[in-house]
């Protein structure tokens, strides 16, 4: 009998499609509106009607339509090997998200640190930061389920901690919103002293010993040949750290017989696969065994580029036990505030090139990593007054925010075959030729009412026409008009016209910057 035949309920059946006949409708509440679950339009006694006729000779098309069952179910129902008894079963669902807000407060708490500190407080740095947590700590998230898929996850993650979300825009609005490069300069000055002040670490700031700073450089002998990326780490002292090498995937690696007799430590290339990975391992390999050898007193402070060297969780959580206090430097500012960039960088780039051009052109290039070894020998001589004049000039050591003025800038190389744009003409603002163009722009009863209110000194008119009667006036004023007589509006307009046409002709293309720029309005005038 077919009641006794025992049916095939697999993971892959179709038991997912059959439920109770419930009046109630479960509903899956979600973000953007309630969404009804589809009920099936057929019973279990209808499916086994339907495989009972297709086993007694009838098809599986002409089955389905008279019992309502899919052509799909009754084919995998009835033609299966493997056949188990039929259950029946609610439909299921997803696993829930494992997260919440008691567990992620550690998250939270690590990425205020960082924004305190300026960092910036990105998407793929929120991301990473849940993904280290969440697989360091494998029993409170027994799941995978609970990493961070995408974009979407860090728009929620923020509106269950809206506090991050202030802490963003709080950060961007420090120095972010700030053009000039002084300003700019004075604002991060003034941001770090309230946050070291709030941490009391004044004393900390004082000491040459105690302040560190961490940048990194490109090794190469020209612009085709391999690339050693370098992080070097300095305090105010003048104490150079051993650098942390990564070695391209063209050079063999020293074995660690020979990097023991190296003054340098060599990056592994197996965990060094993003920005992030390094630093935690000059942090780790570096930094920390440093401190310990030489007995430097904690906490210390340290000076990295936030947007060059992204913090992750496991990078915080180190700092946070050993007292290594992290600060971010001022976004794009590369001349300004990086002690090393400048002449340390230079001699030691110098230096390598020297080495590498007589290092000999017939030897292997897997002899290539013992040229940064004599490299970094002769740096050492002078590497101690270099790094403390890179401090005295960026004013990280001695802190001195009130005299933060900006370094000269750099001048660009400019290419011999590059094509120059001639300079722009500015005509002066006292020259009657500026008048007139002036006049030529300004409309017939514009220029009429200033010429009546020119005997009267201020302007009563439209507060917007201020700053424009003023430059006008000042024209008029330059050239010893003193006071103008009376004109018909229209001879004038017809003058300006023709002087302006005669200063294109003459000139060319002229630039009235001072009329597009106009003053602000000061009211106390009117």
């Not at 057929?42 to 339509?65: R, W």
């Not at 700019?184 to 900390?204: C, D, I, P």
């Not at 003023?470 to 050239?479: A, C, G, K, T, Y």
Request: overall charge positive.
């Amino acid at each position: 009998m077919l009641a006794e035949i025992e049916l095939n309920s697999s993971a892959d059946d179709d038991s997912m499609e059959i439920s109770e006949i419930d009046e109630n409708i479960a509903e899956e509440e979600t973000g953007h509106g309630s969404k009804q679950i589809k009920k099936p339009k057929y019973t279990l006694q209808d499916l086994q009607a339907a495989c009972e006729a297709v086993q007694n000779g009838m098809s599986i098309s002409v089955a389905s339509k008279k019992f309502g069952v899919p052509g799909c179910t009754l084919n995998r129902r009835v033609r299966t090997k493997k056949q188990r008894p039929l259950k029946v079963q609610k439909a299921k669902y997803g696993g829930k998200f494992q997260n919440n807000m008691h567990k992620e407060l550690p998250i939270v708490k690590s990425l205020q640190g960082l924004s305190d500190a300026g960092f910036d407080l990105t998407n793929s740095l929120i991301r990473s930061h849940a993904t280290d947590y969440i697989k360091a700590h494998p029993k409170l998230f027994p799941t995978e389920k609970s990493l961070p898929s995408g974009s979407a996850w860090v728009v929620l993650f923020l509106k269950r901690h809206p506090r991050l979300s202030q802490c963003i825009s709080e950060n961007k609005s420090h120095y972010g919103s700030v053009k000039e490069t002084s300003e700019r300069v004075s604002v991060w000055f003034g941001f770090v002293s309230r946050y070291l002040a709030g941490l009391g670490l004044q004393a900390v700031l004082e000491s040459r010993r105690q302040v560190f700073t961490m940048d990194d450089m490109i090794l190469r002998k020209s612009r085709k040949d391999v690339i050693f990326t370098c992080l070097f780490g300095a305090n105010a002292n003048g104490n150079l750290l051993p650098p942390l090498v990564l070695y391209p995937e063209s050079i063999k690696i020293p074995t660690q017989k020979k990097q023991i007799e190296l003054n340098y430590v060599v990056a592994n290339p197996s965990t060094a696969t993003k920005a992030a990975d390094i630093f935690h391992q000059w942090l780790s390999r570096v930094f920390q065994p440093w401190l310990i050898e030489e007995n430097i007193p904690r906490p210390v402070i340290l000076f990295v580029d936030g947007q060059r060297h992204q913090i992750t969780y496991l990078s915080n959580r180190f700092c946070q036990l050993h007292q290594i206090v992290l600060v971010s430097l001022l976004p794009r500012s590369v001349h300004l505030l990086r002690p090393l960039h400048a002449k340390l960088f230079e001699s030691i780039s110098k230096l390598y090139r020297d080495e590498m051009q007589s290092f000999g052109q017939g030897k292997s290039p897997s002899g290539e990593h013992l040229v940064l070894k004599p490299t970094l020998e002769q740096i050492a001589d002078t590497a101690e007054s270099i790094i403390r004049d890179g401090f005295l000039r960026s004013k990280l050591y001695p802190w001195n925010p009130d005299d933060s003025q900006p370094a000269p800038i750099v001048p660009t190389r400019v290419r011999k075959n590059a094509k120059t744009k001639p300079p722009r003409q500015v005509l002066n603002p006292g020259s009657p030729l500026f008048r007139s163009m002036l006049e030529a722009r300004m409309s017939k009863q514009q220029l009429a009412e200033f010429q009546a209110q020119l005997a009267g000194g201020a302007w009563q008119g439209p507060a917007e026409h201020t700053s424009l009667f003023r430059v006008w006036r000042d024209s008029l004023n330059e050239n010893g008009a003193g006071q103008v007589e009376s004109k018909e509006a229209s001879g004038e307009v017809g003058v300006s016209l023709a002087n302006s046409e005669l200063a294109q002709e003459e000139f060319g293309e002229c630039s009235l910057d001072i009329v597009k720029e106009e003053p602000k309005v000061n009211f106390e005038d009117l």
